[in-house]
């Protein structure tokens, strides 16, 4: 069985900076394609970074040079670092895994889901 669980969400001033830790259990993050999505109200849920088995990493245009994905394969967590943060980076942000990379932007391709950690700018 797999289990992704997120934490670290919260409130930030614009500018400020926040670390959201995904927690996996089950299987191995070190041998998955981990990603993080974000979604708002009424609006799809949108690709942020993914890292792979590799360690490359990828971004979507909206946070690159801003945000950056990382994992530490020892404790089996995938952090998403978040700097300069801003008010349209407000979104409910969720951890995802899958066997490869291909698709990876794609939510549907994912096989675990975590539930979900708020992230507010103001």
């Known amino acids: 069985d797999v289990q992704l669980v997120e934490s670290g969400g919260g409130l930030v001033q614009a500018g400020g900076s926040l670390r959201l830790s995904c927690q996996a259990s089950?299987?191995?993050?070190?041998?998955?394609?981990m990603a993080w999505f974000r979604q708002v109200p009424g609006q799809a849920r949108e690709a942020v970074a993914g890292?792979?088995?590799?360690?490359?990493?990828f971004y979507s245009a909206s946070v690159e040079g801003r945000f950056t994905i990382s994992k530490d394969n020892a404790k089996n967590i995938v952090y998403l670092q978040m700097d300069a943060l801003q008010p349209e980076d407000t979104a409910m942000y969720y951890c995802?895994?899958?066997?490869?990379?291909?698709?990876?932007?794609?939510?549907?391709?994912?096989?675990?889901w975590g539930q979900g950690t708020q992230v507010t700018v103001s």
């Open positions: 890292v792979n088995s590799g360690g490359s990493t």
């Open positions: 089950g299987y191995m993050v070190g041998t998955y394609f």
């Open positions: 995802a895994a899958k066997a490869g990379v291909i698709g990876w932007s794609s939510p549907g391709t994912y096989n675990a």
